[in-house]
């Protein structure tokens, strides 16, 4: 790994194995209450240009309860690329913090925020992918399932930035991960390419729901308007309408496939109920598992060995 988290790629096997390992030690590590400070006087800067909910009070609380302190800097706040410049916002904080975390809309500004910037920075989101979020799907899904090689990974919807994100996971570690999204709505294919090229893992796009979800023991999805395209939200529903994750499509998964979701969810649209609230859902795992996920990663880039 560069000094930098901001595609799961960036890992290299050997990295993301530590990682997985590291989530569970910290997540044990504070399911017993233990007294774990090593960032004791550290501080991480997080911004957003974008909403959260999981990012920011992952970040902010497991920075806190890894002994550190974390500054929430809003969209009105620096205004960054706007008020003032990427470069000269990573060098200015690079003065101050420790580390930085940001959700941002351009993929080109994470990238150029890591080349400014002295310190790490991690990527809490951008238009092109979301890496924290997939290395803790990925934890979540060790938690529930055994031999990850052989799973059958299903994604159901958009070809977003989730998707980008499973695509640079199955660089690094072999996952069979199938895509099943309307013609108009795949995920950039240059990266779908480049994996297949990488020819680790067995990876594959579908356009029928209820085929391409057979043997599935994952089942994943996401909104079909992420956020910047929430005026596109009717058209899309219109292209989505036979996408949407209910009882009957995940029925023709494996009996035992669990469900995933990053959330937050579109009850309703992309996902029932029925399906979010089923035995089978793993989704808020998934929410809580940022948490351990993340401040494993952090812990690595700030040079913590566990
Ligand atoms: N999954 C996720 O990143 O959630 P937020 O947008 O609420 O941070
Ligand atoms: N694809 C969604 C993910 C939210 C965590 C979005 O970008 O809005």
């Given at each position: 790994m560069n000094n930098s988290f901001l595609h799961v790629n960036d890992l290299t096997k050997n990295e993301f194995d530590q990682i997985m390992n590291s989530s569970k030690i910290i997540k044990d590590k504070f399911k017993n209450n233990e007294?774990?400070?090593?960032?004791?006087?550290k501080t991480m800067a997080m911004i957003f240009a974008k909403p959260s909910a999981r990012t920011r009070i992952s970040f902010e609380t497991g920075f806190f309860r890894l002994g550190g302190h974390a500054l929430f800097l809003g969209p009105?706040?620096?205004?960054?690329?706007?008020?003032?410049?990427v470069a000269d916002i990573a060098r200015v904080l690079s003065r101050f913090n420790d580390i930085i975390m940001a959700r941002l809309f351009d993929h080109k500004h994470i990238l150029e925020l890591a080349k400014f910037a002295s310190i790490p920075v991690i990527n809490g989101l951008t238009d092109f992918n979301h890496p924290c979020q997939i290395i803790a799907d990925i934890f979540t899904v060790t938690e529930h399932k055994e031999?990850?090689?052989?799973l059958k990974i299903s994604y159901v919807g958009d070809g977003n930035n989730i998707v980008h994100s499973w695509l640079e996971l199955a660089m690094i570690t072999p996952i069979n991960f199938t895509i099943i999204c309307p013609e108009t709505f795949k995920p950039d294919m240059d990266l779908f390419n480049k994996v297949k090229d990488t020819g680790l893992s067995n990876v594959e796009i579908a356009h029928d729901p209820f085929d391409g979800i057979k043997n599935s023991d994952v089942v994943y999805t996401d909104v079909w308007a992420s956020m910047g395209q929430k005026e596109e939200a009717e058209h899309r529903k219109k292209a989505f309408k036979d996408f949407q994750v209910n009882s009957n499509l995940m029925s023709?998964?494996?009996?035992d496939a669990i469900f995933m979701h990053c959330l937050p969810a579109e009850r309703g649209v992309e996902v029932t109920d029925s399906v979010c609230d089923s035995?089978?859902?793993?989704i808020f795992d998934q929410a809580e598992n940022r948490m351990h996920a993340q401040n494993a990663i952090v812990l690595k880039l700030m040079g913590v060995n566990l």
């Open positions: 007294k774990f400070h090593p960032l004791f006087n009105n706040d620096i205004g960054i690329g706007k008020r003032e410049s031999n990850i090689e052989n023709h998964a494996n009996s035995n089978n859902s793993v």
